[in-house]
């Protein structure tokens, strides 16, 4: 069941800025990790969702409400990190979370502690002094206070330390595991790898394509560089039927694309052959998507879950 749901949407602020035609969906339960470079759209696409912006076109739902007409009775439903933390002026730290509390009604002293505790926040600090990270944290605390089914995180670690984002990485595996529904965009690879089922990726306000993490990971060809002793054995083994991604007569070298399948067939022919060095260099999710944010590849083609492989 699709918990949100976006839907043609289209705001244009001309000069080519803004977000056109964007439709995806996060379903219950799922984690929906939202990619693209600066400026591509995400923030945009977020605001919408929380009814804070009209769009020209299109649809922004969360649980069947249009965002923009009952913003008030789906923020009861949701905790919303914004990319941009705003602090209202002279408040400290208790200050902040006792009027976070009044406007979203959360009761829950215990759950309140125990985020106060993981992200070790000095509340006795006047909100507008307090650092980045610092201001990231309450706001992250009071995102997750009165316990919301569904979660809208704008670059939620930006700003955070090593050690904080890894607590935030752990403390959002939590929360997957008690079912809640997740659109988290992010700059950082390691975040998406261990939170996300699926992938957006907006570039230029347009999904160019939406992958599972799984099959994207799974996908992933391996490159395997061998070095041959002697110049006979690699002329004979680039006459094998492997992909050749590169080959260096001086060196003796091959570097062949090797997927899960070839593993059998390549282990009974390589040991026919002396070889001098061998180097097995996975393609991580990182290289992937770098590819995509440095457009020296093609990529994309893939939409409704069916990923390709790595091109
Ligand atoms: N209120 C606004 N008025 C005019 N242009 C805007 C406004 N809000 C966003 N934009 C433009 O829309 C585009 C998308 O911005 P958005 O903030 O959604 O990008 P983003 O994907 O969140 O980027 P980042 O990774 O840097 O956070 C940008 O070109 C931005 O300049
Ligand atoms: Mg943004």
């Known amino acids: 069941m699709a918990v949100i749901e976006v839907n043609n949407l289209t705001k244009d602020y001309d000069h080519g800025r803004g977000i056109?035609?964007?439709s995806f969906e996060v379903n219950k339960g799922e984690t929906l990790g939202f990619?693209?470079?600066n400026g591509a759209g995400k923030s945009t696409t977020m605001r919408h969702l929380m009814g804070f912006a009209a769009a020209q076109k299109g649809s922004a739902k969360i649980l069947g409400m249009e965002s923009r007409k009952e913003y008030a009775k789906i923020l009861a439903h949701v905790g919303?990190?914004?990319g941009e933390v705003a602090l209202p002026e002279g408040l400290n730290g208790t200050g902040f979370i006792n009027m976070m509390q009044g406007l979203r009604k959360a009761k829950d002293q215990g759950r309140l502690e125990k985020l106060l505790d993981i992200f070790s926040i000095d509340l006795q600090q006047n909100v507008k002094r307090?650092?980045?990270?610092?201001?990231?944290k309450l706001a992250v605390v009071a995102a997750f206070m009165n316990?919301?089914?569904i979660l809208l995180l704008d670059e939620p670690t930006s700003g955070l330390d090593p050690v904080m984002q890894e607590k935030f990485i752990e403390f959002i595996k939590e929360e997957k595991?008690?079912?809640k529904t997740i659109l988290l965009s992010s700059h950082i690879f390691a975040e998406v790898?261990?939170?996300c089922d699926r992938i957006a990726i907006i570039k230029e306000g347009k999904i160019v394509s939406v992958v599972e993490a799984a099959e994207v990971k799974h996908g992933l060809r391996k490159i395997v560089e061998i070095t041959f002793n002697w110049k006979n054995d690699y002329h004979k083994f680039l006459l094998e039927k492997f992909e050749f991604e590169s080959t260096d007569e001086e060196q003796n070298k091959v570097n062949?694309?090797?997927e899960d399948a070839d593993i059998n067939r390549f282990l009974d022919i390589i040991v026919n052959y002396n070889i001098a060095s061998f180097v097995e260099n996975p393609v991580t999710l990182e290289e992937y998507f770098m590819h995509f944010y440095k457009n020296d590849r093609k990529f994309g083609g893939v939409t409704n879950g069916k990923s390709n492989k790595y091109q």
């Open 20 to 22: 056109y035609d964007v």
């Open 35 to 37: 990619l693209g470079p």
């Open 80 to 82: 919303y990190l914004p």
């Open 130 to 136: 307090m650092s980045i990270g610092e201001k990231r």
């Open 147 to 149: 316990d919301p089914d």
């Open 177 to 179: 595991k008690r079912g």
């Open 193 to 195: 790898e261990a939170l």
């Open 256 to 258: 062949i694309i090797m």
